[in-house]
């Protein structure tokens, strides 16, 4: 498919409703209170001033030791932010908070059985925790600065404590969505060559008990045959009655956290003074290839690009308690749940389960019980909420002051209900775009200076400068028409490289709009962000969807190949095609085409076999809404199967003139097949 015809059928589709200049002010309350209301920001961070204005996000942390240099662009595209600073993200969290706010919660932990007790953890606690686990990962783990380690833990106050404990050895995490199957695990233990695993033993996820380490067991080995050994699984217990049992320990090889920690009690790490450059973590995240990519972000500039987001755009202040439903295991969790608003000093909520299981009730209940007042959820989770509970918000006592949305485009319908409905007309929204890349903000509104409009990202946050290119590479200037977004300077919070593959990251990302690549200037590398978008008259930037081959489902990326790889595992199968079909809660579903090997007969069991093959292999979110067993797909003379052909099938919507496709009489036979 290519980027042209993406970019028209998603407009074609947000179109529909679409409503320019439909602004919302913030009230003047949250305006007097803001963080941010002066509008000199822009000003201050215009493309004349940059890099420097940049230092103003550094001094939110505590540095052992100053930068030398604010951005080392000697090895362009990779950059080096706050070049020469010495400082560690773990006492950035905790340490640094000690003395004013030992006894503040930190994290509060709201498992999913509602029968079992929040966790309050304050910044003392989370002191001694992280602490007692870093020694254990030094010590018993012997893991040391530099090295690599692969969580698969699902949401507990476990997995935060965990990454800080890394952070505070310099030992690089590499945390991959619970959810994720064995084999998404062990890939990933591959490429960043963890010979640790860190797993918990089991979690609920809607009112049912699932056994996680299972998944360790299976991806040590896949890992094993891949010629990556993992010669040590950290397990945090958290069901052992359950659970330990049925996937029993591993003589030699597993040890159980909780009963390890004892040998720890009481013992104090010093925080590694980290390069600002060295890097703080890895998020895997799909691509156009099969292969995830492994993005390493850096220590200073990412941790002061988060720090600064969350007390701008999230307007995180001491006092507030913050929520963000999202997952840790992706981006959105690292930067909005752990590093910004610790770095702030805030109280983080983290939950576990999904927020309709047992009903529509429960994210509120959960608001209203911890007076959670800033909020920040996903287009798919607001769908959801809307559809089966659309008056619940209004059954529980809790006052949100600010929400977010991210993930996805959420159509403007969907944000007046989370406005209204959600935020009871008294909190301002962002609708934050940006991506695993980036590690914060590229393009929302400033919620204390900017007006929202629903449905549209808006500017770049101070500090970002996007514009949009056409397909030939032009700049488009004008409003309302559509292209490739793209950003004209690098960011602290931009990622440093892929993991072990430089040449993939400037291919990715700036090779087909660099100005030299010989060149060692950030302006000849702006950054290319494979989102479709279209600028309006006031500067706001609306995101159409991916321009490449990846599919967003409930703000998940997942990507076309990692699909189609995986069902090719199935001996049956010739060739696989996945298309994007809208989905009005997801907002997208892959739907997969298969033609089977001469000989096959298509068969119910073939169909449920290759959508197995999927689940066990990326997870169950990959599962396709439908395995389609089609006579052959239908291919260009030169032999390129037209996706977009497919995606028209699947949307309804017209397929176009195929009268030049190799074998045109096939896509009849598909559309009754699909459609009647
Ligand atoms: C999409 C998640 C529209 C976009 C933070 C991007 C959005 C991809 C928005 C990155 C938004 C993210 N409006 N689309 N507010 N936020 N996206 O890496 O297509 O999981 O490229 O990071 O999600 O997804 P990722």
């Known amino acids: 498919m290519s980027k042209k015809d993406v970019v028209e059928t998603t407009e074609a589709q947000i179109a529909v409703h679409w409503k320019e200049e439909d602004y919302y002010y913030p009230s003047s309350k949250f305006v007097g209170q803001a963080n941010l209301s002066d509008p000199d920001i822009f000003e201050r961070f215009s493309l004349d001033n940059f890099p420097d204005y940049y230092t103003e996000f550094a001094e939110l942390l505590t540095w052992y030791k100053y930068w030398d240099e604010v951005l080392d662009t000697s090895d362009a595209p990779c950059y080096k932010w706050f070049k020469g600073g010495l400082i560690n993200a773990s006492y950035n969290c905790i340490d640094r908070h000690l003395k004013d706010n030992k006894n503040k919660t930190a994290i509060h932990f709201v498992p999913e059985p509602e029968s079992e007790k929040v966790e309050h953890i304050t910044y003392q606690e989370l002191y001694v925790r992280v602490n007692e686990m870093a020694a254990l990962l030094r010590d018993t783990a012997k893991l040391k600065r530099g090295d690599r380690v692969t969580i698969h833990m699902p949401m507990s106050a476990e997995l935060p404590i965990t990454m800080l404990a890394c952070a505070r050895l310099g030992v690089i995490h590499s945390v991959v969505f619970g959810g994720f199957s064995a084999s998404a695990s062990a890939d990933r233990i591959v490429d960043s060559q963890s010979r640790v695993l860190i797993v918990t033993d089991a979690y609920y996820r809607s009112g049912t ?28 217990q958290r069901y052992p009655e359950k659970y330990s049992s049925d996937t029993p320990l591993v003589e030699g090889r597993d040890i159980v956290v909780n009963q390890e920690l004892s040998k720890y009690y009481g013992v104090r790490v010093e925080p590694e003074k980290m390069l600002s450059e060295d890097p703080l973590f890895l998020m895997y995240t799909s691509g156009t290839t099969g292969k995830p990519k492994g993005c390493q972000h850096g220590t200073g500039g990412y941790l002061a690009y988060v720090t600064a987001m969350s007390k701008y755009i999230q307007d995180i202040h001491p006092e507030d308690v913050y929520w963000c439903m999202a997952d840790i295991g992706w981006i959105t969790g690292h930067s909005f749940i752990v590093y910004g608003p610790l770095a702030l000093c805030a109280s983080s909520v983290i939950y576990e389960g999904v927020p309709t299981y047992p009903d529509a009730g429960r994210s509120w209940r959960i608001a209203q019980e911890l007076d959670v007042n800033i909020f920040h959820t996903a287009p798919t989770a607001i769908r959801a909420l809307r559809k089966i509970g659309p008056d619940e918000p209004a059954k529980y006592n809790y006052h949100f002051k600010h929400m977010t949305t991210v993930g996805e485009p959420i159509e ?6 989370y ?24 393009c929302s509104t400033v919620p204390g200076i900017k007006p929202m409009k629903p449905g549209s990202a808006g500017p770049g946050v101070p500090g970002i400068h996007p514009f949009i290119l056409d397909d030939e590479g032009k700049e488009i200037t004008e409003a309302g028409i559509a ?12 990622f ?4 072990g593959d430089r040449d993939r990251f400037v291919k990715t990302y700036f090779a087909d709009i660099c100005r030299n690549p010989d060149s060692k200037d950030w302006q000849d590398w702006p950054y290319l962000a494979g989102d479709a978008a279209m600028m309006a008259e006031d500067g706001y930037f609306r995101i159409l969807g991916r321009i490449d081959d990846v599919i967003n489902v409930s703000g998940h990326r997942l990507g076309t190949k990692e699909i189609e790889s995986a069902s090719l595992v199935v001996q049956e199968v010739a060739e696989a095609a996945v298309v994007p079909v809208a989905h009005d809660i997801k907002g997208k579903e892959p739907d997969l085409y298969i033609a089977l090997r001469p000989g096959v007969e298509p068969t119910e069991e073939i169909a449920r076999k290759i959508s197995d093959a999927v689940c066990d292999q990326i997870g169950k979110i990959a599962k396709p809404r439908k395995v389609w067993l089609v006579p052959d797909m239908p291919k260009t003379r030169s032999g390129k199967i037209m996706r977009r052909v497919l995606g028209a099938i699947s949307n309804k919507t017209d397929v176009g003139n195929v009268m030049t496709l190799a074998n045109p009489e096939v896509v009849e036979e598909i559309r009754v097949m699909v459609q009647d």
């Open 419 to 442: 406005e209204s409905a959600v935020g009871k007309g008294e909190a301002i929204i962002v609708d934050t775009w940006w991506q695993t890349e980036t590690g914060g903000f590229l």
């Open 483 to 494: 292209g490739n977004i793209c950003i004209r300077n690098p960011w602290p919070g931009q």
């Open 496 to 499: 440093q490289t892929i993991w």
């Open 412 to 417: 403007p319908e969907v944000w007046k209900w």
């Open 209 to 236: 008990l699932l056994d996680h380490k299972i998944n360790a067991d299976e991806a040590v080995k896949i890992a094993k045959d891949q010629g990556q050994t993992v010669d040590t699984v950290l397990v945090w």
